[in-house]
């Protein structure tokens, strides 16, 4: 049987299991937040004084804050090649409805109001200029991305393994930053968004740990192949208006890493977790390339760590046309 055939034959297998993964890992639409539980209420007669004193904090949060604050709502907001590129994946069928289907539907109608809630406070502070903002998204949906899994489930298990738990840790951070500045409100939206990044890495990782039980070979293989390419971010075609696809996602990332919102310690650390996580030192049963991959992968963090160790990061900040250049001074 072909690799293909094999992994077509692990995800219905596993399908059994979705309808659990569901109703652990994903919260029903009448029992979870919603946007406008965190924004100044448009049908209340003290809107206008809420948009006022939202506006009046946002006045003292930093250029690189506010190109952070950016960046993430643009990922956010990219929602629809996430799924496009997961139904597309080797097990998951949309036509038939299946179980998978219903689980990427899911989950991305609970990411969707993770950008839903950034657009409106983006929108509300004044401090970002939005058609940049909006045009810059639209080119990010426009030309999509190339995370290097193809059509293999589980590399992309392992992808939105890492990746939900590197936007945890970015949203997380900003919501610790706008604390410290004194938003207590636009910290707990950050905050509410983290814990579904958290939730939805457990279920991701929990996918990964279901194969490697019934397939261990093939997933560390897979496992190693991405750690070998690196995990590239969703966002990592970023482009502002009038640019071709550039290096607008380096410059995103350099600010995020001079306010501390994501950092190359933060991968290497993800890395780690994952590798804890899915006890990688303890699976047996493994083929001798298998092995060999798990050798790599138990030395690649330590490696890592003195690549990340090495990098500088611009003292100054690249000005952006997302951020008003008042916000920049």
Not at 29 to 37: A, F, G, L, T, Y
Not at 128 to 135: C, D, K, L, P, Y
Not at 186 to 212: P, T, W
Not at 237 to 257: H, M, N, V, W, Y
Request: glycine fraction near 4%; include cysteine.
């Amino acid at each position: 049987m072909s690799i293909k055939n094999i992994r077509l034959e692990v995800m219905q297998f596993l399908e059994n299991k979705v309808d659990g993964f569901v109703d652990q890992y994903l919260i029903p639409v009448e029992k979870i937040w919603q946007p406008s539980d965190f924004l100044p209420n448009s049908e209340s007669d003290t809107f206008f004084e809420e948009v006022r004193e939202l506006r009046e904090i946002a006045k003292d949060l930093p250029y690189d804050f506010w190109v952070a604050m950016v960046g993430d709502t643009i990922t956010e907001e990219a929602l629809p090649t996430y799924e496009s590129w997961l139904m597309d994946v080797e097990g998951v069928d949309n036509v038939e409805r299946n179980g998978w289907s219903k689980w990427v539907r899911q989950w991305t109608g609970e990411e969707n109001r993770h950008g839903d809630l950034l657009n409106k406070y983006l929108y509300l502070s004044g401090r970002v200029n939005m058609r940049e903002v909006e045009m810059t998204t639209q080119h990010l949906i426009n030309d999509g991305f190339d995370i290097g899994t193809g059509r293999d489930p589980y590399k992309n298990f392992v992808y939105t393994s890492f990746q939900e738990l590197a936007t945890y840790v970015s949203h997380n951070r900003v919501s610790q930053l706008a604390k410290s500045y004194g938003d207590n409100k636009l910290s707990k939206m950050c905050k509410m968004i983290a814990g579904d990044e958290m939730r939805h890495h457990h279920a991701y990782s929990e996918f990964v740990n279901q194969i490697f039980k019934v397939d261990p070979s093939e997933m560390m293989l897979a496992f190693n192949y991405m750690m070998k390419q690196k995990i590239v971010m969703p966002a990592h075609f970023l482009r502002e208006s009038g640019q071709k696809i550039s290096t607008a996602f380096e410059q995103f990332s350099d600010s995020a890493q001079r306010i501390g919102v994501y950092t190359a310690s933060d991968y290497v650390d993800i890395m780690q977790k994952l590798i804890e996580k899915w006890e990688i030192d303890k699976i047996v049963g493994l083929t001798d390339e298998a092995e060999k991959a798990r050798d790599y992968l138990m030395k690649l963090p330590a490696r890592m760590a003195k690549v990340s160790e090495r990098l500088i990061i611009p003292a100054e900040s690249y000005i952006f046309k997302w951020v008003e250049p008042a916000v920049a001074r």
